[in-house]
C-alpha cells in the first residue's frame, strides 16, 4: 500500500467490483418530498378538502405541506428518520 491511496488498491481487485445502481442509494421521492410525507399531506388534504368540503383549506395544506416537506428534503433527504429518531428517544437522556 506504499504510494498507492485505498481506491487504488481496491479497484486492482479482479471479481469484486460490483455496479450499484442510484436507485439503491437515493431516498424515493414524491414530487421533491419523502414518499410518506406525500402520502400523508395528501391523505390529510384530500379529508380536509374533500371530507370536510372545505376546498380551499384542503388545497392550501396540500401546497403548504408539499412545499414544506420539499424544503426540508433538499436540506436532509433523511430528514424523516432523523425527526421518528429525535421523537423516539426520551429528552433526560441528552446532556
Request: proline residues 4%; glycine residues 10%; charged residues 15%.
Amino acid at each position: 500500500m506504499t504510494g498507492q491511496n485505498a481506491s487504488d488498491s481496491e479497484s486492482s481487485i479482479a471479481g469484486f467490483a460490483v455496479p450499484v445502481h442510484r436507485a439503491l442509494t437515493e431516498p424515493i421521492l414524491l414530487g421533491g418530498a419523502p414518499r410518506a410525507v406525500s402520502i400523508l399531506n395528501g391523505t390529510l388534504a384530500a379529508a380536509l378538502g374533500l371530507g370536510l368540503r372545505l376546498w380551499l383549506a384542503g388545497l392550501l395544506l396540500a401546497v403548504a405541506g408539499q412545499a414544506a416537506a420539499v424544503w426540508a428534503a433538499k436540506r436532509d433527504p433523511q430528514f424523516v428518520d432523523v425527526v421518528r429518531r429525535h421523537l423516539r428517544i426520551s429528552s433526560h437522556l441528552n446532556v
